[in-house]
């Protein structure tokens, strides 16, 4: 005989009925079954609620009793034969009005009893159980309804009674026994105290009068059928990647469900682990689906982790003091106050020290073990011995659960630094004796990025996920979002990366999708956005709280440049191509800086210095590994450098300047790049990074521009005088020719003096030949003394910077 159960969900409609019968029929054509069902999805927390609005005098109880009755009434219409359906309708509508009967009792006494509260949660499973066995009858005559009320007895703990198994199972065993039927159909979650009353197992205890049943009858196997295809590695609505697990044993099968697997109410396991029935989870949406199987013989080379599960809404009360050490009775005194208030102990750790315990609880009950707990060692507080119970609430337990993590070591290291990586801070750790179980709490806000990173680490073949949050997507900022576009696949498969764009913004618009934006019409997305604001903008990014979360910002905007350290504090990491914060006071970027550090978050601006050019990155690594920057020169303006090497007889200044900004080489105001100021920006961040302190105005701008230039305040402004003064452009240019040389734009760095402005480059330089847009760099450092260390390359264009900001994403994801 096998034992099948259908859940909530399975048999929310008539629709879905239709296809647990399906299963029904066809397993009942080579096996006898018992089947039991729960209520109609959702049935018993309206009963409940229900219940709730009658004592407390809400008369609206009184739509829920309808809503409840159209519901049943709906599915027996679209189910059951027109023929057939009188009599179910009679029986099923003299069921509502003595469940109405009771309500109107609560109701009229403004009291609900946990006697009633059962009579009253007990009628959604005796509602569908009555129309399902009807239905059945039709496909299979052969098959009848019993109330499991008369097979299972309890104590009288009404909301979740404890069961009497030497009755239960004579009773079952008996009626089995004597039964002919090819099927028999029960109701999940009631049964039957001593006395006749109506008693329930507790919310999701249809898995468990399945498991009573199986065990009464030796059942070959019991099958869970339920909405999703198996037992999960992690709860698949919190964790997109959640994969079946095929095959586990019962001992963690019943730690995952204990620590919030809810797929299998956790009590389900005891009645069938002695006598060795095999579980079967399996889908009624999709039967051909494997499942998952729970027994005693899982799988032992799989993944020593079995799973990640987590119980929300728990509260940590920590007892402290000298008071506690070495007094024999102390955490016997404590857990026995905490069992008399009927307070159900979720996690301990104890310091071994002894100086403090550590129980984790549901946060409703958190305030009453407080005062019982405080009351208890009232002396001991007034001595001193001991502090006031401390309460923290809104925690969340995570755990890692698997039978082979004993045989494996550094899991529980990985665990913790995974979840350190992501700031997730942990309160409290607890691993059992057994090693089959590791568990943290942590922050409630942390939960899903807790879950995700731990699968991620555990469970993906260590795929990690990015997640970007793309502020301005303007020329650069699109190249940036095609090259990920283009990029995805090679680095998914290549290297173990999935970076998702979470997140994009402009002036006007914003678009977040936390499953990760089309990259293909991103930019219709975007259109049909909300209105931009930069505060929105940041507290959704914090508000997701996603693992591997950074900030992208790909504008020139100052305001923009000021919000990196909401970020870093949020453990965001911020890639950025805006100079400005890190060229602003001292204070400012060394602030950036420390944060970064202290809160774990990279802060890269590569692309600050030479573009895509690996300037930054080198210098980090000469630093890193102990050299020291004596001297600097560079040629750090790509804009500057295209408008010099084309400058001519033939191709006046103005031009070349306008043509440079159409080409994307200049910045979105070309005087930044013209009056030295973006130079000095530069080499002065090649100076902080190099270790010097310095700020801006110690910087020496040999400004080349004509004081009326300087002057302007537009853009059309500063390009008409750039015409009027054609002549002072004009006359550099000679000037350069008479003496052979080329005109460049040199920062320099020596002695700790910095200067920018235009020099005369003789042709034995290595300035000399520098093409087109290209940067150079040349670093004479302590190991690099005569032969300076030199980088070169093209060091502006919206391509090459943007696969700079690429390059900063990916060593994020290298960290
Ligand atoms: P039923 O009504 O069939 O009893 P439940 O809602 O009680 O179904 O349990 C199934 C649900 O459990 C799934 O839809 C899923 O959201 C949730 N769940 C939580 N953790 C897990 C897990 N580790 N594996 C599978 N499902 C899980
Ligand atoms: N209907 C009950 C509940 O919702 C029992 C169950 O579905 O397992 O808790
Ligand atoms: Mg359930």
Redesign the pocket.
Known sequence: MIVL??????VANAQNIQLAINIVTEKSKKEKLAVVV?AL?GITDMLLIASQKAASKDENYKNNIEEIKQKHFETISLLIDSNNQNQLLIKINSQINQLQTLLDGCFLLGELSPRTSDAIASFGELLSSQIIATALQQTIPNSNFKDSRELIKTNSNFGKAAVNFDVTNTLIEDYFISNKSQVVILPGFIASSKDGNTTTLGR?G??YTAAIIANGVNADSLE?????N????????IVKQ?Q?IESISYQEAME?SHF??????PPTIQPVLNSNIPIW?KN?FEPEAYGTLISNNPDANANPIK?I?HIDKIALLTVEGSGLIGVAGSSKRLFEVLSQENINVIFITQASSEHSICIGIQNQDAERARKAINKTFELEIAQNKIDNCIVEKDLCIVALVGENMKNHQGLSGKMFSTLGKNNVNIRAIAQGASERNISVVINEKDVKKALNTLHERFFEDNTKQLNLFVMGVGNVGEKFIDQIHQQKKFLKENMKMNVRVIAMSNSRKMVFDEDGLSLKDWKSLLDNGETATISEFISKAKELNLRNSIFVDITANGEIASIYDQFLKQNIAVVTCNKIACSSQYDNYKNLKNLSRKYNAPFLFETNVGAGLPIIDTLKHLIASGDKVNRINAVLSGSLNFIFNNFSDFYNFHDVVKEAGVQGFTEPDPKIDLSGVDVARKILILIRESGYEMEMEAIENNCFLPQECMETTNNEDFFKSLIKHSNHFENLLSEAKAKDCRIKFVASFDNGKASVGLQFIPKESPFYNLEGKDNIVEFYTDRYIDQPLIIKGAGAGAAVTASGIFADVIRIGNV
């Open positions: 159960k259908f859940g909530g969900t399975s729960s999805s999701g249809s898995d869970i059928w339920t909405d999703v198996g037992m999960f590695t992690a709860n698949p609505k959640a079946p995952l919030g697997a809810k797929v299998l109410y989870i009624t799973g599960s």
